[in-house]
């Protein structure tokens, strides 16, 4: 399965000309339950609810949205209600046991696996009623999921190694498909906030890139009620230097060869000191004049804001890159298998030259001379980054149609 076939899909599902009939014949209000939110350490979590929201708004607009969330900080909730007033959050067993009763679809939001198996499976066996999956990854076989992915409505991977793994896990459900991460439709902003930090460090529009770099494994040990991982740790530290090299090969060449800057920011909360010792700290007195290093975490609205204003990004992140595509701005993306193979999703949108796999060195030559093109020549990247948006946008409109139809049967 390929761009092209995913392209001329359009013609089996007729195309979103359909839905608004779909629309008017339905008799009362449909209720969408949303069982997402899965942490809040990091704005790739985060982004997940917010983008998926803001496609049921757009595509659904009549329908009632009820989300079913892990523990939210106060700060992301805020600033969920802030975007969505009419957003109803269920929390204890009442308001979820109600929210059930009342709904008549679940969807799983997207996440690195099926999340939250368990309370698809409560849904199914208590209510009865239809549910589907929004964007995933599928890392590993299990019997239970395989047979719970099989009796949903509709799977949409977020990549398409995903995809094939679920056919040959024996995953059986009726449509399984190729559905972006919904991070890539987030359109929160906090343009106040970027602004300020911007303007503070001498960071113009257009004048700077962003990168975002991380150890093979979140050391949650350190932000959380974790406890110590030591295997863990160890692989981090073997791999720290091998995989923050290039990145800080990259930061030298565009320092170097051109007129930007580059800002270090974090997509998780451990991730500002990982720049620091890793990338600000060993750079060349020369280069590091002209790198700004962030060190307090933040939300997905400033974030999206703050690259909104950039030339692009480089990281060995994944969410940062998604909310970037999503709105046309370069990205660049890094990826090795402790990841799992959401990476890959970048082939699947087209921007198969903009992924390098770490763990092949043949690959890692390349990321300095990709990072530099793209700062060198910003209109190139951006028609690049645009034509990949596009496509996002088209897969978001057609998995959302068949949301539609699942919804009025």
Same mark, same amino acid.
């Given at each position: 399965?390929?761009?092209?076939?995913?392209?001329?899909?359009?013609?089996?599902?007729? @195309?979103? !000309?359909?839905?608004?009939?779909?629309?008017? /014949?339905?008799?009362?209000?449909?209720?969408?339950?949303?069982?997402?939110?899965?942490?809040?350490?990091?704005?790739?979590?985060? !982004?997940?609810?917010?983008?998926?929201? #803001?496609?049921?708004?757009?595509?659904?607009?009549?329908?009632?949205?009820?989300?079913?969330?892990?523990?939210?900080?106060?700060?992301?909730?805020?600033?969920?209600?802030?975007?969505?007033?009419?957003?109803?959050?269920?929390? #204890?067993?009442?308001?979820?046991?109600?929210?059930?009763?009342?709904? =008549?679809?679940?969807?799983? %939001?997207? @996440?690195?696996?099926?999340?939250?198996?368990?309370?698809? #499976?409560?849904?199914?066996?208590?209510?009865?009623? $239809?549910?589907?999956?929004? @964007?995933?990854?599928? $890392?590993?076989?299990?019997?239970?999921?395989?047979?719970?992915?099989?009796?949903?409505?509709?799977?949409?991977?977020?990549?398409?190694?995903?995809?094939?793994?679920?056919?040959? /896990?024996?995953?059986?459900?009726?449509?399984?498909?190729?559905?972006?991460?919904?991070?890539?439709?987030?359109?929160?902003?906090?343009?106040?906030?970027?602004?300020?930090?911007? =303007?503070?460090?001498?960071?113009? +529009?257009?004048?700077?890139?962003?990168?975002?770099?991380?150890?093979?494994?979140?050391?949650?040990?350190?932000?959380?009620?974790?406890?110590?991982? +030591?295997?863990?740790?160890?692989?981090?530290?073997?791999?720290?230097?091998?995989?923050?090299?290039?990145?800080?090969?990259?930061?030298?060449?565009?320092?170097? +060869?051109?007129?930007?800057?580059?800002?270090?920011? $974090?997509?998780? /909360?451990?991730?500002?000191?990982? %720049?620091?010792?890793?990338?600000?700290?060993?750079?060349? =007195?020369?280069?590091?004049?002209?790198?700004?290093?962030?060190?307090?975490?933040?939300?997905?609205?400033?974030?999206?804001? #703050?690259?909104?204003? /950039? !030339? @692009?990004?480089?990281?060995?992140?994944?969410?940062?890159?998604?909310?970037?595509? &999503?709105?046309?701005?370069?990205?660049?993306?890094?990826?090795?298998?402790?990841?799992?193979?959401?990476?890959?999703?970048?082939?699947?949108? &087209?921007?198969?030259?903009?992924?390098?796999?770490?763990?092949?060195?043949?690959?890692?030559? &390349?990321?300095?001379?990709?990072?530099?093109?793209?700062?060198?020549?910003?209109?190139?990247?951006?028609?690049?980054?645009?034509?990949?948006?596009?496509?996002?946008?088209?897969?978001?409109?057609?998995?959302?149609?068949?949301?539609?139809?699942?919804?009025?049967?």
């Amino acid at each position: 399965m390929n761009r092209r076939t995913f392209l001329t899909s359009s013609a089996v599902l007729a @195309g979103w !000309a359909a839905v608004p009939r779909l629309l008017a /014949s339905w008799k009362r209000t449909r209720r969408i339950l949303l069982r997402s939110s899965w942490q809040t350490v990091n704005i790739g979590d985060v !982004a997940h609810t917010p983008g998926v929201l #803001t496609l049921l708004e757009r595509y659904l607009p009549d329908t009632e949205i009820y989300l079913w969330p892990n523990p939210l900080g106060q700060d992301v909730e805020d600033m969920l209600r802030r975007r969505f007033p009419k957003l109803k959050i269920v929390r #204890t067993e009442e308001e979820i046991a109600r929210a059930m009763d009342e709904c =008549d679809f679940l969807l799983h %939001g997207s @996440g690195p696996w099926l999340v939250a198996w368990e309370n698809v #499976t409560q849904w199914r066996n208590d209510t009865g009623k $239809p549910y589907g999956v929004y @964007g995933i990854t599928f $890392p590993t076989i299990s019997p239970a999921v395989v047979e719970l992915l099989s009796g949903a409505d509709f799977v949409f991977f977020r990549d398409t190694v995903s995809l094939n793994l679920a056919r040959e /896990s024996g995953v059986k459900c009726p449509i399984m498909e190729f559905g972006p991460d919904g991070a890539f439709a987030i359109d929160l902003r906090d343009d106040q906030a970027a602004t300020a930090f911007l =303007d503070a460090h001498g960071l113009e +529009q257009g004048k700077f890139l962003c990168c975002l770099s991380r150890l093979r494994f979140t050391p949650y040990w350190r932000i959380r009620n974790t406890p110590f991982d +030591q295997a863990r740790h160890e692989r981090n530290e073997q791999m720290k230097e091998h995989d923050h090299a290039p990145l800080r090969e990259a930061i030298c060449m565009v320092i170097r +060869q051109t007129d930007l800057k580059v800002l270090l920011c $974090p997509e998780d /909360s451990t991730q500002m000191a990982v %720049g620091k010792e890793m990338i600000l700290d060993r750079l060349p =007195d020369d280069v590091k004049s002209r790198v700004v290093w962030r060190e307090k975490f933040w939300l997905p609205d400033e974030a999206l804001s #703050t690259y909104l204003r /950039s !030339a @692009g990004i480089f990281s060995s992140e994944m969410h940062s890159p998604i909310m970037c595509i &999503g709105h046309g701005v370069p990205a660049i993306v890094c990826r090795w298998a402790e990841q799992t193979s959401k990476g890959y999703m970048w082939r699947d949108i &087209g921007l198969d030259d903009w992924l390098f796999d770490m763990d092949k060195e043949d690959e890692i030559p &390349g990321i300095a001379p990709a990072v530099l093109a793209m700062a060198k020549d910003p209109a190139a990247a951006r028609t690049k980054a645009e034509r990949a948006r596009r496509f996002v946008n088209q897969r978001q409109s057609e998995t959302m149609a068949i949301l539609a139809r699942c919804l009025n049967k």
